[in-house]
């Protein structure tokens, strides 16, 4: 069984960890301050496809089945907590 990501999931690990690392961990500490996530960096995120990957195609999520997302964005901001609806 082959485990190693594809081309596709190798550019999508690169942009979340990219957003990561350039959008949320200067905001780390006033994040965590203030228990608050800026709508703008929410809407950078959007504009990547990075909201909603897990929902999908058909209801306008990126229909991921992997957790990049969260594991990327957890290194760069550790407290970070993810919900599930």
């Known amino acids: 069984m082959n485990l190693d990501l594809n081309e596709e999931q190798k550019a999508a690990a690169r942009t979340v ?3 990561a690392e350039n959008e ?3 905001l780390a500490g006033e994040i965590d301050e203030t228990g608050h996530f800026p709508a703008e960096t929410f809407r950078k995120a959007a504009e990547l496809g990075l909201t909603a990957v897990a929902l999908p195609e058909s ?3 990126a229909g991921s089945t ?3 997302t969260p594991s990327s964005l957890k290194r760069n901001f550790p ?3 993810f919900h599930r609806a």
């Open 59 to 61: 209801e306008g999520g």
């Open 79 to 81: 407290r970070l907590r």
């Open 17 to 19: 960890r990219e957003f």
């Open 24 to 26: 949320v961990k200067p």
């Open 66 to 68: 992997t957790s990049l």
